[in-house]
């Protein structure tokens, strides 16, 4: 199993870059052809989904100057911090933990483990991966890796253009998407060293669950979500590297990131 390790040289070494978990490489992988980066970032915009609410969609872009032709030249836009492409900062749902702009580089760069659910979810979209999925998965694909951000591949980032389909509410306004169980949540912050945890839909926790446990614990024990991220399904179980690059907000509970997955070429 092939992993990227990013020591971010640009023009000096990375300090404080470790080599985990096999095989160091530098940038030239990035600019060769062992290996492709995809963006896991949807653009943030008026006609993406949102979380419901009465007024509804909380993103405003405002033009303050535009060319000629009328692009804007400079603009303006007010967003929840949890909108769209977001990470959740460990403050979001535990208190005393590091807020968005007390995160490091080490803590979000890390491998990636995409646990793949689509197939349950398509037949139960109030479905939670279980402890038996992860253990599962491990007997193929190895122990999860040090320090690996586990993501959940639920088929949920094609709904993306179809907010209503995205959002799957009931009659009683309550939304129907997959999450993590509250018991896997434990497992993997208390038996597996991970860094983060995230998903292609609105949350970590599913639609139907009744608050946010996963939340509590995951982020009770000083690691982050990402949430609503993009292209989940095109990356491999096993060997892609994730660049999570978080808007720096003083104090803030998550804001959004832009997210890159380095993904070594196997041909």
């Known amino acids: 199993m092939r ?22 490489a530098n940038l030239d992988m990035l600019f060769s052809e062992q290996a492709q980066v995809l963006d896991l970032t949807h653009a943030l915009g008026a006609t993406g989904p949102f979380w ?19 692009s804007p030249s400079m603009a303006a836009y007010s967003t929840p911090e949890h909108h769209g492409t977001h990470l959740d900062a460990p403050i979001h749902s535990a208190a005393g933990q ?44 190895g122990l999860l890796p040090q320090g690996a951000i586990v993501l959940l591949s639920t088929g949920w980032s094609r709904k993306w253009n179809d907010p209503e389909a995205y959002r799957n509410q009931d009659v009683d306004g309550r939304m129907h998407f997959p999450g993590f169980s509250e018991e896997v949540a434990r497992m993997l ?15 970590v926790d599913a639609g139907a669950a009744s608050g946010f446990p ?10 982050f979500h990402l949430e609503n991220v993009a292209n989940v399904h095109a990356l491999p179980a096993v060997g892609s590297y994730l660049i999570v690059a978080p808007i720096k907000i003083e104090g803030g509970s998550g804001g959004q990131v832009r997210i890159f997955a380095v993904v070594p070429r196997t041909n």
């Open 98 to 141: 590091p807020s968005v702009d007390q995160l490091t580089p080490k803590d979000l760069f890390g491998p990636a483990a995409v646990i793949d659910i689509s197939r349950q979810t398509a037949a139960n979209p109030d479905y939670v991966v279980t402890r038996d999925d992860v253990l599962e998965w491990e007997q193929v694909n």
């Open 52 to 70: 419901p609410r009465p007024d509804g969609n909380p993103f405003i872009h405002d033009t303050l100057s535009s060319h000629p032709n009328g």
């Open 189 to 203: 912050v208390t038996e597996r060293n991970i860094r983060g945890i995230g998903i292609d839909n609105f949350s």
């Open 214 to 223: 996963a939340h509590g614990v995951v982020n009770g024990a000083g690691k």
């Open 3 to 24: 992993y990227v390790t990013l020591c971010l040289l640009v023009v000096v070494s990375i300090t404080g870059c470790s080599d985990e978990p096999s095989a160091v």
